[in-house]
C-alpha cells in the first residue's frame, strides 16, 4: 500500500519561507517521478514542480526561482523549499507520485497515481 506523507505546512508572512516534506512509502521511491500540486480556494489543483528520477526538475512560472524541489532516495523523502512567498500562494499543498519512471516531468494531475493528505500553507499580507 503506498502511502504519501507530507509535513511541514504552516502559516507564515509575505516574504517569509517554508519547507515542507513529503515521506513514501510502499513504492520504489528512487524510480518514482514526484511531483507537488496545490489547490488554493475556488480554483483548480494546479502543478507547483516536479523532479525526476534523475533529478530532473521543472517548476510552474509563478513558483519559478523562488521554491526549489529535492529528493532524497536514501530517506524516501521529497521536499519543497518555498521562499519569497506570496499570499498568492495560499493553498493546501499535496505530494504525488507516478508508478512508472518518466523521461520527462508530467504537470497534470493524471500524469501522477498516487496523492498525500496534503498540508495547508497560508501566507499573510
Known amino acids: 500500500q503506498v502511502q504519501l506523507v507530507e509535513s511541514g505546512g504552516g502559516l507564515v508572512h509575505t516574504g517569509g519561507s517554508l519547507s515542507l516534506s513529503c515521506i513514501a512509502s510502499g513504492l520504489t521511491f528512487s524510480r518514482s517521478a514526484m511531483g507537488w500540486f496545490r489547490h488554493a480556494p475556488g480554483k483548480e489543483r494546479e502543478f507547483v514542480g516536479g523532479i525526476l528520477w534523475s533529478g530532473g526538475t521543472q517548476y510552474s512560472d509563478s513558483v519559478k526561482g523562488r521554491f526549489t524541489i529535492s529528493r532524497d532516495n536514501a530517506k524516501n523523502t521529497l521536499y519543497l523549499q518555498m521562499n519569497s512567498l506570496k499570499p498568492e500562494d495560499t493553498a493546501v499543498y499535496y505530494c504525488?507520485?507516478?508508478?512508472?519512471?518518466?523521461?520527462?516531468?508530467?504537470?497534470?494531475?493524471?500524469?501522477?497515481?498516487?496523492w498525500g493528505q496534503g498540508t495547508q500553507v497560508t501566507v499573510s499580507s
Open positions: 504525488a507520485a507516478a508508478r512508472i519512471m518518466r523521461a520527462v516531468v508530467v504537470t497534470t494531475t493524471v500524469g501522477y497515481d498516487y
